[in-house]
Nanobody, 126 residues
Framework: QVQLVESGGGLVQAGDSLRLSCAAS????????MGWFRQGPGKEREFVAA????????YYADSVKGRFTISRDNAKNTVYLQMNSLKPEDTAVYYC???????????????????WGQGTQVTVSS
């Protein structure tokens, strides 16, 4: 059974930084694209960032480009989201998702992710 466990959320002030972690179960973590999505109050889940299983290519939503960095440590089965210069509009529940192995299609749509974590709350005060 696949498990994804997010951590690192919290309450911060605008301009602060946070690093989210997502620990995944399983032995072939390096074979999966991983992504971060978020869902703010009254909003639909939206793409934040993704990192591919091969070459570690990264993808970002325009709203976070230059402020957020996604990375992965395959030895630790963990993907990270470093969030800098946080803004109140970044307030949301952040979810980690995993695609099917060796998937080469879109990485920015939640429908193409097979597994999800339970989410971690990030609140940014002004």
């Amino acid at each position: 059974q696949v498990q994804l466990v997010e951590s690192g959320g919290g309450l911060v002030q605008a301009g602060d930084s946070l690093r989210l972690s997502c620990a995944a179960s399983g032995r072939t973590f390096s074979s999966y694209n991983m992504g971060w999505f978020r869902q703010g109050p009254g909003k639909e889940r939206e793409f934040v960032a993704a990192i591919s299983w091969i070459a570690g290519n990264t993808y970002y939503a325009d709203s976070v480009k230059g402020r957020f960095t996604i990375s992965r440590d395959n030895a630790k089965n963990t993907v990270y989201l470093q969030m800098n210069s946080l803004k109140p509009e970044d307030t949301a529940v952040y979810y980690c998702g995993r695609q099917l192995p060796h998937y080469s299609g879109t990485r920015t749509a939640s429908d193409y992710y097979a597994y999800w974590g339970q989410g971690t709350q990030v609140t940014v005060s002004s």
